[in-house]
């Protein structure tokens, strides 16, 4: 095990269109950005960064490998925690976020509810249950 692997400083998510994921972020989460131009938006969330980079400068932070489409699946599942995921599921259909599944309990004693960004980035909100 590699040590100083044990924090997350930036995730960088691949946009198809900076400007509304730049708004989902800021207006829906109320995020604060700290920076932008006109290839990438950074914002602060908790202790880490989201970098919304466009998906044409994509392939040179991660060739050889391929730069995947905009809807060709969902390659990844972000988790923030919340005390109450009802709550927060309203508060995100009031900003038009449209539920990919949930409020529901999970075996795992976490309520959950799954929805996503403009570019098919899927977010979850997960409460710990009583007695967990």
Request: net charge negative.
């Amino acid at each position: 095990m590699i040590k100083a692997l044990n924090e997350i400083e930036v995730v960088t998510l691949f946009v198809e269109d900076l400007a509304a994921a730049q708004e989902f972020y800021v207006g829906v989460f109320g995020l604060e950005v700290v920076y932008h131009d006109d290839e990438s938006a950074v914002v602060r969330l908790g202790p880490m960064m989201l970098n919304l980079l466009r998906r044409e400068q994509a392939p040179e932070l991660v060739e050889p490998a391929t730069v995947a489409g905009a809807r060709s699946g969902v390659r990844a599942l972000f988790t923030i925690r919340v005390a109450n995921v009802d709550g927060v599921c309203a508060e995100l259909e009031q900003h038009g976020v449209r539920l990919l599944n949930g409020p529901m309990d999970r075996p795992w004693r976490r309520r959950t509810a799954a929805f996503a960004d403009p570019d098919g980035n899927v977010w979850e909100v997960a409460q710990i249950l009583e007695g967990s």
